[in-house]
């Protein structure tokens, strides 16, 4: 039975990868990346497009309807008419139009005031990745040149 489960987490995670990958790809073709890296380890993609999230743990009607703001192999940001507290789990609907996209799963680290909302920034966690279920950068890379 502990193996099963074990299958079915690696497969699990194996596919919000491919999510993660198909969604850089996309955000590569149709949008533009960072100039300057600034204080980041690496360049993200940047594009404004509509994103679907919700609170873990809330009703699926109580998703909100953000704007992507950036995007890298290990996280996104969007922005928020509400604030989300550092430390909160939500779930990200890359493609919000595809009926199939699964949600992926996504830790919010800053929540950062701007005039018209909030600018979360999140890391994507993976439950068969990296330690503490996040992926590493290294295998979220590799996940992005492959997919």
């Given at each position: 039975m502990k193996t099963t489960s074990l299958v079915a987490e690696?497969?699990?995670a194996l596919a919000l990868r491919r999510e993660i990958g198909r969604f850089l790809r996309t955000?590569?073709?149709?949008?533009e990346m960072d100039c300057?890296?600034?204080q980041r380890a690496r360049r993200r993609c940047q594009r404004s497009w509509?994103?679907?999230v919700t609170i873990e743990d809330q009703p699926e009607d109580q998703h909100r309807c953000v704007a992507?703001?950036?995007a890298s192999p290990s996280g996104i940001a969007f922005l928020c008419p509400q604030r989300i507290p550092p430390c909160t789990t939500v779930l990200i609907k890359?493609?919000?139009h595809d009926e199939f996209s699964p949600f992926v799963p996504a830790v919010v680290r800053h929540a950062t005031r701007k005039l018209d909302g909030y600018i979360i920034g999140c890391a994507f966690v993976l439950s068969a990745g990296g330690a503490g279920g996040h992926a590493t950068e290294h295998e979220m890379s590799v996940m992005a040149r492959k997919h």
């Amino acid at each position: 039975m502990k193996t099963t489960s074990l299958v079915a987490e690696s497969a699990s995670a194996l596919a919000l990868r491919r999510e993660i990958g198909r969604f850089l790809r996309t955000a590569r073709e149709r949008g533009e990346m960072d100039c300057t890296r600034r204080q980041r380890a690496r360049r993200r993609c940047q594009r404004s497009w509509p994103l679907l999230v919700t609170i873990e743990d809330q009703p699926e009607d109580q998703h909100r309807c953000v704007a992507l703001h950036n995007a890298s192999p290990s996280g996104i940001a969007f922005l928020c008419p509400q604030r989300i507290p550092p430390c909160t789990t939500v779930l990200i609907k890359l493609f919000w139009h595809d009926e199939f996209s699964p949600f992926v799963p996504a830790v919010v680290r800053h929540a950062t005031r701007k005039l018209d909302g909030y600018i979360i920034g999140c890391a994507f966690v993976l439950s068969a990745g990296g330690a503490g279920g996040h992926a590493t950068e290294h295998e979220m890379s590799v996940m992005a040149r492959k997919h």
